[in-house]
């Protein structure tokens, strides 16, 4: 028995004249008398009594009518069901964002993505670098925003989205704050507020003592507010991806000699089947104008 067999049978039981049914469902006439006819073999007796100008039920098209009014009824919910769980809207999305990216370069994405789909339930989480890739690949997160130093491994598939520089922090009226730029070498000894989640803190040490610095690291934190408030205090400087620094009373300077770029990137776990709101969240930032930067500027 198929499908549309049933719509025309239901189609026919309705209107009792084979030339309107055949209208109703949009097909031939000759196309929904073969269908009937089928369907009648394969019941085992005729569905309809044809009198000249008189159509109407025989006793076993009768008792057939609700069993096959309750299986239509019953494909068209599933269909529905299944299309509605296809969507984008019918989701939670678990977004883990590495710690150390700055909240104001995400947050217009964030919005647009929610106006476009009004029924995903985001829940963004944050988490330090080597902690959020073990979330990946428990499967606690559909997708990450990643910016670390090395390079993702095969297991991982990863969209650049933009880049951003690493930049010095000092409060006003430090030494520093009245060069254009600093150099890796201008921080030989000086006092070092540092981030205790960054990713690059490693990398960048060795980068800086081949540049002749040694810095005097003073005090750390997990968060990022309280080591601005130390920098902003006069404790010292500040080593920050260029759209993590929050507090406009913080003198920003380009660094150089050496200088850092970090890639940001949404990352999902490679060959892993995904929801169609990973998909669509994807989509959407692949044309995203980050914050005037060029989508795709890390590719």
Request: charged fraction near 20%; include cysteine.
């Amino acid at each position: 028995m198929e499908m549309h067999q049933v719509r025309y049978f239901l189609a026919l039981a309705e209107t009792l004249n084979f030339t309107r049914a055949a209208e109703q469902v949009h097909v031939s006439q000759p196309a929904l008398t073969r269908a009937i006819q089928q369907l009648e073999a394969e019941l085992g007796g005729p569905l309809f009594r044809r009198e000249r100008a008189n159509t109407h039920l025989s006793e076993l098209g009768r008792i057939m009518r609700p069993y096959l009014a309750a299986i239509l009824e019953q494909s068209e919910a599933a269909r529905d069901h299944a299309h509605r769980l296809s969507q984008p809207a019918a989701a939670t999305l678990r977004v883990h964002v590495m710690c150390t990216i700055g909240p104001a370069v995400v947050s217009d994405f964030i919005v647009a993505f929610s106006r476009q789909h009004p029924q995903v339930e985001l829940q963004i989480s944050d988490l330090a670098a080597g902690d959020l890739i073990q979330a990946l690949l428990r499967g606690d997160a559909d997708i990450a925003l990643y910016a670390g130093p090395e390079a993702l491994d095969e297991r991982f598939h990863g969209l650049p989205l933009f880049q951003e520089r690493f930049v010095i922090c000092v409060p006003p009226g430090h030494r520093l704050a009245g060069q254009n730029l600093v150099r890796g070498l201008d921080l030989h000894g000086e006092r070092y507020v540092n981030r205790a989640n960054c990713e690059y803190v490693d990398y960048a040490r060795d980068r800086f003592r081949e540049a002749g610095a040694t810095l005097n690291r003073v005090f750390s934190s997990e968060r990022d507010e309280w080591v601005q408030g130390m920098i902003k205090a006069g404790l010292g400087f500040g080593f920050f991806p260029e759209h993590s620094v929050t507090d406009p009373a913080l003198v920003v300077r380009e660094l150089v000699d050496p200088q850092f770029v970090r890639t940001v990137q949404l990352v999902t776990v490679r060959g892993r089947p995904h929801a169609p709101a990973v998909g669509a969240f994807l989509q959407q930032a692949r044309g995203f104008a980050w914050r005037g930067l060029d989508p795709g500027a890390g590719t």
